[in-house]
Every structure is written in C-alpha cells, then in structure tokens.
C-alpha cells in the first residue's frame, strides 16, 4: 500500500534556519512544508553576524546577490570603552572561499525577510503555514506525523511527512522522555 505525503520534508521554525533549510531541499527538488509558529518575523535582531560559510551558501542557492544588499562587510571588530580607549582589535582578511569579506553585519529582521522573499519564489516547491505551531511529532518506519494548532483559531491539523527538521532554536519543544519511541524510555 502506497502512502499519501503532504510533503517530503516538514521545517518546523521558518527562522533564517528554516528559510535556508527549504530553499536548499527546493533547491534538489524535494516538496517541504514549513511550519512557523508566529505570523510575523520577530522584529528584533538575535544573531548579529554571519560570516564568509554562511556568504557561500547563499551564492550557491543563488540569493547571494541580493542578500548581500541588505547585509554589510565587517572588515574589522573593535572594542572600546567609554572612555574611547581602544580594548581590543580584530582585523578580518578578506575571504578565502570567494566569498568576500570573512564576517558581515546584519540586522537579522531585515536579512530574514529577504530570505523569505527568495523561497517565496519557490512556492512551486515550498509551502509555508504561519500561526501553526507544532505540537506534537510522531516519527515511525515509514515518515513522520506533525501535528499543529493555529495560533488564532485553535484548529488542530496534522501533516504526514517524509521528514522533519526542527530548526525552530531555542524555542523547541523539548521531547517527552517518557513518550514512546524516545530513547530514555526504552
């Protein structure tokens, strides 16, 4: 009996993570649905700084150009204290994967948001539902079975997956120990 997948990938957390994670799956062909709990991107920067690996992986989904018009080179990091006294210097060589410049600084609000307008152009091959927060994971030999409720409504939904990647962060639901199939109950 064949089985009936909404998807092949499920992406819980649409974070930059989560949007980079789709575009690369996209990007070999593979149907994902990403699930992010909020509706809007949070309006505050949590990571401050990528560097030249994370520069090559956007060149090679071919987003690099316009990531980088919204992002800028950090040709050096400096520490100084009020009084205006330099603590330390860090200069940053250029690249040596091609990329540019080794760091670049972001406001991470407005680099996710351009990232998201990149996989929006792979909706052929990525779907997003916002305001759906995964509450349970059921993994068994064949997929895994991802189950949601809508933030505003309430309304429970399930999705049948080849895999899953939580690539939600610090905000993962942390596994029930004594759920079955969890290596701790075993």
């Given at each position: ?26 990007q ?9 709990r ?7 920067a949590r990571?401050?700084?990528v ?11 071919g ?12 040709r ?8 205006g006294d330099?603590?330390m ?12 410049s ?7 609000p407005v680099?996710?948001?351009e990232?998201?307008s990149c996989?929006q152009?792979r909706?052929?091959?990525?779907t ?8 349970e ?6 997929g ?10 309430g309304?429970?939904r399930t999705?049948?997956?080849r ?5 939600d ?8 120990p004594a ?7 075993r």
């Open positions: 009996m064949r089985q009936q997948f909404d998807a092949d990938v499920a992406v819980i957390g649409y974070g930059p993570t989560g949007v980079i994670a789709a575009l690369s799956l996209a070999q062909g593979a149907q994902v649905l990403a699930l992010e909020d509706r809007d991107i949070y309006p505050r990571a401050v700084t560097n030249d690996w994370t520069m090559r992986i956007f060149q090679n989904l987003i690099g150009e316009r990531v980088e018009k919204v992002i800028d080179p950090q050096a990091l400096r520490w100084v204290t009020y009084e330099e603590v210097r860090v200069e940053h060589p250029p690249s040596a994967l091609g990329a540019g080794r760091c670049y600084n972001i406001y991470q680099m996710e948001s990232l998201r996989a152009e909706e052929d091959l990525i997003v539902r916002y305001g759906a927060e995964v509450t994971i059921e993994q068994d030999d064949s895994v079975t991802v189950t949601t409720t809508d933030t505003d409504t309304e429970v999705y049948r997956t895999y899953a990647i939580a690539a962060g610090g905000s993962s639901r942390q596994p029930d759920a079955p199939g969890h290596p701790a109950a």
